[in-house]
């Protein structure tokens, strides 16, 4: 297997509220992978539309979803041992996106019901992402597809290191098969 073959390269999306950051920053942690949260790869002028309520368009996101791809691919990163995205990536086209510039993605989908997702985005403090964007996000959301085999879905309704327990063994399991 070539270097580039074992480069780990994980995408932890879902809805604003699903967990990203939290799971992400556990994996980044557990796996000695970096970590960046992908609303830190926002323009400052799509910050400012959220921040006002303001739903992104496809547009807006193409950008954001190559500064994504790069980050995954080693930009500034000279050990290439890839890293871990908290990223939205609520629709196909968009993860087809991130997987056409960076290569081998994994995706893991952090899924739950929606109650449970804005009874938590009502919770935090200092986050721009409002909560009435929540309904907004979750009818753009498209659900992975079992073709595609990249994606590995989690429910959120349980403890962080109960999920962060499932992430870690599901990709020991993958056929990327680069964590052993």
């Known amino acids: 297997m070539s270097s580039e073959d074992q480069t780990l390269r994980i995408i932890v999306m879902g809805v604003s509220g699903s967990g990203k950051s939290t799971l992400a920053h556990s994996l980044s ?3 000695q992978l970096r970590m960046k949260d992908g609303d830190e790869l926002h323009l400052p002028e799509s ?3 959220m921040s006002a309520g303001i739903a992104l368009q496809d547009e807006d996101r193409w950008p954001w979803l190559d ?3 790069d980050y995954l691919t080693g930009s500034g990163d000279p050990t290439g041992t890839g890293g871990i995205v908290a990223c939205s990536a609520l ?3 968009y993860r087809d996106r ?3 510039h ?3 993605v994994v995706f893991l989908f ?3 019901h929606p109650d449970l997702i804005r009874q938590r985005m009502q919770q935090r403090v200092g986050h721009y992402m409002q909560a009435g964007l929540l309904d907004s996000q979750l009818q753009t959301l498209q659900k992975p597809t079992a073709d595609e085999k990249d994606v590995i879905t989690l429910d959120i309704d349980q403890p962080v ?7 870690l063994h599901a990709l020991r399991a993958s056929t990327l098969n680069v964590l052993t």
């Open 29 to 31: 942690d557990a796996l």
């Open 47 to 49: 910050v400012a539309k």
């Open 67 to 69: 500064r994504i791809a």
């Open 91 to 93: 629709k196909r086209i």
């Open 98 to 100: 991130i997987r056409d």
């Open 102 to 104: 960076a290569g081998p």
């Open 110 to 112: 952090l899924d739950g």
């Open 161 to 167: 290191s109960q999920i962060l327990e499932q992430a």
